[in-house]
Structures are given as C-alpha cells and as structure tokens.
C-alpha cells in the first residue's frame, strides 16, 4: 500500500470495537527511536512504503510507529515524551458541543486538553503548547486514538503534524466524532461525563449516600450525612474520617475527578443503595417491635434495648417520614420508581400492620415493679398512632399515620403485592376504636385499588370476561 493510499484510510472506519483489542494494541515495547542511517529491521508492511532520506521513526508504548521526519527538535522530544509517557492518565472526557465537534479531557496533575471546534489544533493548558508545537500531552492522545485503529492502520508508519492538528491527515476531533466519543472511551477504558458538573455540595451528598450503604452501626443516609455526636463508636467515627478523605478526592481540586466518582456511582449504583436502604428499614421495624416487647417483658432493667410505648411510635413515625423522605428524593432524581414503590409500600404495611396488631393495653399483664401509666396514649402503642382522640382544631394537625405516606404511591402495585396483609390490617380496624377519618382513608385506598384491579380483570381476551378475582398474592 502506498503512502498516497494510506492517508485515505480513515482511523475510526478501522477502530477495534472491543475494549481487549484494544488493550491488547497498546500493549508494546517501549519507545524507539530510528533514523534514516541506522532504521530498524523493516517489516513486510514498511517496506511497501516508500521513506525519504530524512526520515525518522518513533516507536510508541503502544506499539505504533510515527514518521517525525517533519518535526523539529523540540516537536521531536514532545512527541518521544508523549509516545513514551505511562505515567499519563485520563481523569475523565466530555463532549462539550458535539455539533460543533469540540472534545475536552481531562488528565491528571489539572491538565486539559481542548479537541475541535474553535480549535484548528489541539490545546493544552500545560503551558508547553505554543509556537505550533504540540506538547507531550497532544502526543499521547494523538497515540491513544490511533491504539484504537484496526491492525492493518496500526502496521503502517503514521505520520503526524508538529501542531497535532492531523494524524495520518486525519483531525483528531474529526475520528472521535465519526467513531463517537462513546466508543472511543469504551475502547481506551476512559470515562465519559454527560450533563453538569456537579458542585461540591452535591458530590458530599452523594458520596455520603453511596458509602452510607457500609456504614458500621446501619445509618441511614440522612443520618450518616449529619455531624457525628459525641456518643459515635470509634468505627463509626473512623469511617466518617474515610467518607471526608474520599469526599476530598472530588472537591479539593480544581478539575474534579469525574472519571473515578463515576466509577464509584457505577459500583455503588442506585438499585444497590435502594435495596441497602430498605434492608436497613426492615431491619429497624423488627427492632423497634422486638424493644417494645423487651420493655413489656423487663420494664427498664431488660437486658437489652428496650423501647416504652412512647418511644416505640416516636421510633416509627421516624422510619415513616424517612421513607417518605427517600421516596421523594427518588423521585425528584428521575429514577426509575417501580421497585422503590414496592419496597416503600411493604414497609409502610408492615409498619401498620404490627400498630393495628398492639391495640391493647401493653402493661395490662406485667410481673415487674412499675405504675402503669394512666394516659392511653402512653400504655397502646395503637391509640399512641392512630386512635388518640382529635381535639376541636387539630385535626390536620398530625396527618394520619402511614397512610398519607402510603397513598403517594401506586395503588393498585400496593394492593396486588400485599394483599394479605393489608386484609389481616382491615380486620383488626374495629369502627369503634379507629377515627372514622382513618377509616375513610384507609377504604379509599383499598377500595380504589380493589377498582382498578376489576378493571384490569375485567379485560379478557377474545372479548371474554373472566370471573372475578382477588388480585395476585406476592411476597416481598
């Protein structure tokens, strides 16, 4: 193949389309470097390709070589130090204008590097980018690109421009826009950021959220967030000591580091802290009863954490604001709130199920020393949270324990998915100790799911109307 012949070969119509081939192209001896008096043993393919006396060849870290026989001295040595440069590292890549074709990346020690658009070459804000010379920097993405062509590009000696403006009279921008950006990085295992680069606050908020999911003592998110009190166990303590040192990795330097905080986010991903969160939900609605009952049991001198009934509806309206708290966040987020609805709605009932379980006196039958207390409030954890009488003016005060929560979600996926336990919750909402305004909600928030579940039945196929059907029983 000719030279002439060669300089038609477009790079990315050859790109290697897999992340291995691609590793495997970059893996090669160490720069070298030839001249015209002393060349290298040819290969089959250079010798099909015609030099000139000045010529002269550099060797890359990846294995291809580059006629620099047009560069001068110190293009020359920028262009041995950036093919020969491992020390390099991509931070992250982002598309600043893909109409427009203009690239930006972003490698380590704050150094930028501009492809495209206003750019009739590329720049560095390394400091050694100036009178027409490409830095070591150029170099080395000049070098990364071409790892990614197909063998047949890499055989062949490319020549490349002392600006970097062109490789192979390729312009660099020109092969990331028609190979995209996205495939490149795949390729070079670099990351890519879409959207805004996100302030300090929240990249803090976020981190705390993704480690908050190995949190030693079972924080939640808004609680791992929060200042640590005086009372923290020394690994809690540590750990938020770990949270602020990778916190500091994001925020502390002027270019931040999106390539690893989206490794992180890739790891820690959102399905993954949902199900942290709710397990950690559940975990607290068994504990809360189980103190209760360890209260019942011993009184205060019980063995372990014990919860009286003041302190047990305190600890579960915390865990029902906290769902509600996530479930919002979810939302406004734009995630996908199908599981999280499920996962939602199975702790609220459990939730409620267990109050409507505990309409009773708690104290009614102890064997410890102790005044039972005479305020119903104080001694049935139902009454506590849902049966307390309304006085004139309060009634929208308190809301209507789990409920109003419940009823932001998709009625019929509740139904359907806990149905038995929302039947056994019925049943024990005896008229003559349930507010009627809870009644009516809680009604409505059957019966309407009860509607939509007809419906839904009622359309068969072939025009056929099946008989009637309890929705489907499913476990969580």
């Known amino acids: 193949m000719s030279a002439d012949e060669l300089s038609r070969l477009s790079l990315e119509d050859n790109m290697v389309t897999t992340r291995a081939a691609a590793a495997r192209a970059r893996t090669a001896p160490a720069v070298q470097e030839s001249a015209s008096g002393s060349p290298p043993s040819p290969s089959p393919t250079q010798h099909s390709q015609s030099a000139s006396p000045t010529s002269a060849v550099l060797e890359s870290t990846s294995g291809i070589k580059y006629d620099v026989g047009n560069l001068g001295a110190d293009a020359r040595r920028h262009a041995k130090e950036g093919f020969g440069a491992n020390g390099i590292k991509m931070k992250y890549c982002r598309a600043l204008d893909e109409d427009a074709n203009q690239y930006l990346f972003f490698l380590d020690d704050e150094i930028r590097v501009a492809m495209g658009g206003r750019h009739g070459a590329p720049r560095c804000t390394?400091?050694?980018?100036?009178?027409?010379?490409?830095?070591?920097?150029?170099?080395?993405?000049?070098?990364?690109?071409?790892?990614?062509?197909?063998?047949?590009?890499?055989?062949?000696?490319?020549?490349?421009?002392?600006?970097?403006?062109?490789?192979?009279?390729?312009?660099?921008?020109?092969?990331?826009?028609?190979?995209?950006?996205?495939?490149?990085?795949?390729?070079?295992?670099?990351?890519v950021h879409d959207g805004p680069v996100?302030?300090?606050?929240?990249?803090?908020?976020?981190?705390?959220?993704?480690?908050?999911?190995?949190?030693?003592?079972?924080?939640?998110?808004v609680e791992f967030r929060a200042p640590g009190g005086a009372f923290l166990s020394e690994?809690?303590?540590?750990?938020?000591?770990?949270?602020?040192?990778?916190?500091?990795?994001?925020?502390?330097?002027?270019?931040?580091?999106?390539?690893?905080?989206?490794?992180?986010?890739?790891?820690?991903?959102?399905?993954?802290?949902?199900?942290?969160?709710?397990?950690?939900i559940n975990n607290r609605i068994v504990h809360t009863f189980k103190a209760l009952d360890e209260y019942i049991a011993h009184g205060s001198t019980a063995p372990s954490e014990a919860y009286d009934v003041p302190t047990c509806a305190r600890k579960l309206k915390y865990?029902?604001?906290?769902?509600?708290?996530?479930?919002?966040?979810?939302?406004?987020?734009?995630?996908?709130?199908?599981d999280i609805s499920r996962r939602a709605a199975a702790a609220l009932v459990t939730i409620l199920k267990g109050v409507v379980d505990r309409n009773q006196?708690?104290?009614?039958?102890?064997?410890?020393?102790?005044?039972?207390?005479?305020?119903?409030?104080?001694?049935?954890?139902?009454?506590?949270?849902?049966g307390a009488p309304v006085h004139d003016g309060d009634e929208d005060e308190e809301g209507l324990f789990v409920l109003d929560v419940l009823k932001k979600l998709p009625i019929e996926g509740i139904l359907r998915s806990h149905w038995e336990l929302l039947s056994a919750t019925r049943a024990g909402l005896k008229p003559q100790w349930t507010p009627q305004r809870f009644l009516e909600s809680f009604r409505e928030i059957v019966g309407e799911g009860e509607t939509l579940g007809r419906k839904r039945a009622g359309t068969g196929s072939e025009g056929t109307t099946p008989s009637p059907k309890r929705p489907a029983q499913r476990s969580e």
């Open 361 to 386: 006196d708690a104290y009614a039958g102890i064997t410890w020393d102790g005044v039972p207390p005479e305020d119903e409030t104080e001694s049935n954890l139902f009454v506590n949270l849902i």
């Open 126 to 191: 390394c400091g050694a980018n100036d009178k027409g010379i490409a830095c070591k920097h150029i170099f080395w993405m000049l070098d990364q690109l071409a790892s990614t062509a197909s063998q047949k590009i890499r055989e062949q000696t490319l020549e490349i421009a002392p600006d970097g403006a062109l490789i192979q009279n390729r312009e660099p921008a020109s092969i990331i826009k028609n190979a995209t950006l996205e495939r490149v990085a795949e390729n070079l295992d670099w990351e």
């Open 198 to 221: 996100p302030d300090d606050e929240d990249i803090e908020e976020e981190v705390a959220a993704m480690l908050s999911v190995f949190e030693p003592t079972e924080a939640l998110p």
């Open 319 to 338: 865990l029902v604001q906290a769902i509600d708290d996530y479930y919002e966040q979810q939302e406004q987020n734009g995630f996908d709130m199908g």
């Open 235 to 280: 690994r809690s303590r540590k750990y938020r000591e770990f949270r602020d040192l990778i916190t500091s990795l994001f925020t502390e330097q002027p270019s931040k580091n999106l390539g690893l905080f989206n490794k992180l986010q890739s790891i820690i991903d959102p399905d993954f802290q949902t199900h942290v969160f709710f397990e950690k």
